[in-house]
């Protein structure tokens, strides 16, 4: 099979320490990179989680406050329409 290049940007950092992981674990970065396409190829997925970063402290209360809320009505305030809730928001402005 003949070989090809490719090219990649990557943060100067990540670099560095991506190649120091990769000598720890006794390969090359090249060799890594083709490990992680013949997998990804051979299952035909990424082979490994992907997910969102953490919610915040400040998210993890909204959404706390939401489920409280949304538990016990009483606790937020209500409108008997979207024009009412619409004035009185952009009174406070």
Do not use: H, W
């Not at 190829?41 to 998210?59: A, H, K, L, M, Y």
């Amino acid at each position: 099979m003949a070989n090809t290049n490719i090219n990649i940007r990557m943060d100067a950092e990540l670099k560095q320490k991506f190649e120091a992981f990769c000598t720890d674990m006794g390969m090359t970065m090249t060799t890594a990179i083709n490990v992680f396409a013949r997998k990804a190829v051979r299952e035909n997925r990424i082979p490994f989680e992907i997910s969102g970063n953490i919610p915040n402290t400040e998210t993890v209360e909204a959404i706390r406050e939401a489920e409280r809320m949304k538990a016990d009505p009483t606790l937020g305030k209500t409108y008997s329409d979207v024009d009412q809730m619409m004035e009185e928001l952009l009174a406070d402005v």
